[in-house]
């Protein structure tokens, strides 16, 4: 392959027309549109070229986006509740009671004696009236005063768990970060040799082609130069889509488009 495109080279420079014709194919350059979805290569200059700026944003907004995390969240804030309830439990054995009758009683205060009450051996001779009473109920169970340091420090204990997974989480989603930014600026690097090869091989056909025409080379030589362009466009294709597939799954981590970081981080 080496051996055909420096005989085409030295060819073209032997051959004023052909060397002109391959001047005005190389001074073209291959178009090859970017999809909507890919930022252009200036936009995303500095997500990649300052990746000490940007690394922190990333992770700044894939801890936000993540699930996972608000779970932990969640699982943190039911245990601080449950501290709060621990240290208010006595509450509950604290009762206001209350109780109202109407009726007559044996034993009454009368209107001489009101120090001592007379007994009557038939209540029935007494008027009724409303009874009202009301009281203050505590009661504490040994083995609820006993445990009650525990019960709080276990539901701490388990407060302190969530932060711990939160943090160990966390680790996690920077190294998955760290993966995929690093798979993606590979895939970008790796695209774009594959676009300056295909622009190469394009240039290499058009010039065989051309030669062909003017009865230069054989049928062969043309068929190898075509079999250059066809996997230098493979090649350039499965690096488009390798970039693209990285792309997406930096952007499914964060949750927001990859653009939105390269501004900030400008």
Same mark, same amino acid.
């Not at 034993?107 to 004696?113: D, Q, V």
């Not at 007994?119 to 083995?143: E, H, I, M």
């Given at each position: 392959?080496?051996?055909?495109?420096?005989?085409?080279? +030295?060819?073209?420079?032997?051959?004023?027309?052909?060397?002109?014709?391959?001047?005005?194919?190389?001074?073209?350059?291959?178009?090859?549109?970017? $999809?909507?979805?890919?930022? +252009?290569?200036?936009?995303?200059?500095?997500?990649?070229?300052?990746?000490?700026?940007?690394?922190?944003?990333?992770?700044?907004?894939?801890?936000?986006?993540?699930?996972?995390?608000?779970?932990?969240?969640?699982?943190?804030?039911?245990?601080?509740?449950?501290?709060?309830?621990?240290?208010?439990?006595?509450?509950?054995?604290?009762?206001?009671?209350?109780?109202?009758?109407?009726?007559?009683? $044996?034993?009454? &205060?009368?209107?001489?004696?009101?120090?001592?009450?007379?007994?009557?051996?038939? $209540?029935?001779?007494?008027?009724?009236?409303?009874?009202?009473?009301?009281?203050?109920?505590?009661?504490? $169970?040994?083995?609820?005063?006993?445990?009650?340091?525990?019960?709080? &420090?276990?539901?701490?204990?388990?407060?302190?768990?969530?932060?711990?997974?939160?943090?160990?989480?966390?680790? +996690?989603?920077?190294?998955?970060?760290?993966?995929?930014?690093?798979?993606?600026?590979?895939?970008?690097?790796?695209?774009?040799?594959?676009?300056?090869?295909?622009?190469?091989?394009?240039?290499?056909?058009?010039?065989?082609?051309?030669?062909?025409?003017?009865?230069?080379?054989?049928?062969?030589?043309?068929?190898? +130069?075509?079999?250059?362009?066809?996997?230098? =466009?493979?090649?350039?294709?499965?690096?488009?889509?390798?970039?693209?597939?990285? =792309?997406?799954?930096?952007?499914?981590?964060?949750?927001?488009?990859?653009?939105?970081?390269?501004?900030?981080?400008?």
């Amino acid at each position: 392959m080496k051996t055909f495109l420096l005989a085409l080279a +030295a060819s073209g420079a032997a051959l004023p027309g052909c060397a002109q014709a391959a001047y005005n194919v190389a001074a073209a350059p291959l178009t090859t549109p970017a $999809p909507a979805s890919r930022p +252009a290569d200036g936009t995303l200059q500095s997500f990649f070229g300052a990746p000490e700026v940007v690394l922190p944003k990333l992770y700044e907004a894939a801890i936000a986006h993540s699930g996972e995390i608000a779970r932990l969240d969640a699982t943190r804030g039911v245990a601080e509740a449950d501290v709060k309830l621990a240290r208010k439990r006595l509450l509950n054995m604290l009762a206001l009671t209350g109780s109202y009758t109407y009726g007559t009683l $044996p034993y009454f &205060a009368t209107a001489e004696t009101t120090a001592s009450p007379v007994y009557q051996a038939n $209540p029935f001779n007494l008027g009724a009236r409303a009874q009202f009473s009301t009281g203050v109920g505590l009661a504490l $169970p040994f083995d609820m005063l006993a445990t009650r340091r525990t019960t709080i &420090a276990r539901q701490e204990y388990v407060v302190s768990q969530a932060v711990a997974q939160r943090q160990t989480q966390e680790a +996690a989603i920077r190294q998955v970060v760290i993966v995929q930014y690093q798979a993606l600026a590979l895939a970008r690097a790796t695209q774009q040799n594959a676009q300056e090869a295909l622009q190469s091989a394009n240039v290499s056909k058009q010039i065989a082609d051309h030669r062909f025409k003017q009865g230069e080379i054989q049928v062969d030589d043309q068929m190898v +130069a075509m079999d250059f362009y066809s996997k230098a =466009q493979l090649a350039y294709e499965e690096a488009r889509n390798k970039y693209q597939t990285a =792309q997406l799954l930096l952007e499914d981590i964060i949750g927001m488009p990859i653009t939105a970081l390269s501004i900030a981080a400008k």
